[in-house]
């Protein structure tokens, strides 16, 4: 079946089905990777609780999206703000779900491309919050690029792991140049490894195109930041420069 909205045409199949339907509890757990990994605590047997009074959530606290809306965005129990960016990222895990039912493709293809957009989601989180890039989300980046490269239509291997060894070496020369000549760190090593899946879903062509993007993500967010704090730019302070690569990709997917 195939719902029609102007020129967009979403397959209505088993897999995409499946994908929007569970996409707002992938949403809730990318909320629990980005809450937990940087912190280095257990991301499946520990209890969901509120940050603040410690009170176990109980299930009909923890519905997607829902949950959120019907408690005013606040605990129930000590009445503390829950952090507003989790209800973005259930719903940032919606959306991807449906733009990859719309982008279309053989089952595969359509599960790979939202593991791939989730994926990114919980980088660009994890390093927009706790500037952090955890180890698992950029080794689990790098395997679905991987697997989108060799699926029909992808890059191929051969061009997905040039772009990976590119991309990484570029940014480790970069980081190691910057040290050498400012004797501090202006690029943090989760970026290097982060480019190992970019890279490898972008390829050797369209790298120069993923970082520029990136570049004037990163640009855009500082200006931001000055806007509301005028001292920002003058405090050379950090820029979450691996959210803007993932905005970057998230932009190259959405139009190739």
Not at 97 to 104: E, K
Not at 183 to 189: I, K, T
Not at 211 to 216: F, I, K
Request: with cysteine; charged share 10%; glycine share 12%.
């Amino acid at each position: 079946m195939e719902f029609n909205q102007g020129l967009y045409v979403v397959a209505l199949t088993p897999v995409t089905l499946l994908l929007i339907i569970v996409s707002p509890a992938i949403g809730s757990f990318i909320g629990v990777l980005i809450d937990r990994l940087p912190r280095g605590e257990d991301v499946v047997a520990k209890a969901s609780a509120c940050r603040d009074c410690d009170t176990a959530l109980r299930p009909m606290q923890m519905i997607p999206v829902i949950s959120f809306i019907m408690q005013r965005g606040k605990c129930g129990i000590c009445g503390q703000p829950f952090p507003t960016w989790i209800f973005y990222v259930e719903l940032l895990a919606i959306c991807a779900a449906v733009l990859a039912a719309i982008a279309g493709g053989d089952p595969i293809h359509v599960f790979l491309s939202a593991l791939f957009l989730w994926v990114l989601i919980g980088l660009a989180g994890a390093d927009l919050i706790w500037f952090r890039l955890p180890d698992i989300l950029t080794a689990a980046l790098a395997a679905v690029a991987l697997g989108l490269a060799v699926a029909p239509g992808g890059i191929g291997i051969y061009d997905a792991l040039l772009g990976a060894i590119f991309g990484a070496g570029s940014f480790a020369l970069l980081r190691a140049g910057y040290f050498w000549l400012r004797g501090r760190e202006g690029l943090g090593f989760g970026d290097v490894k982060l480019m190992v899946g970019l890279g490898a879903f972008v390829g050797p062509f369209d790298l120069p195109m993923l970082v520029l993007l990136g570049a004037v993500f990163g640009l855009l967010m500082a200006l931001t930041d000055s806007l509301r704090n005028r001292s920002a730019l003058k405090a050379a302070g950090p820029i979450p420069f691996g959210t803007a690569l993932c905005a970057a990709a998230a932009l190259l997917w959405l139009i190739n």
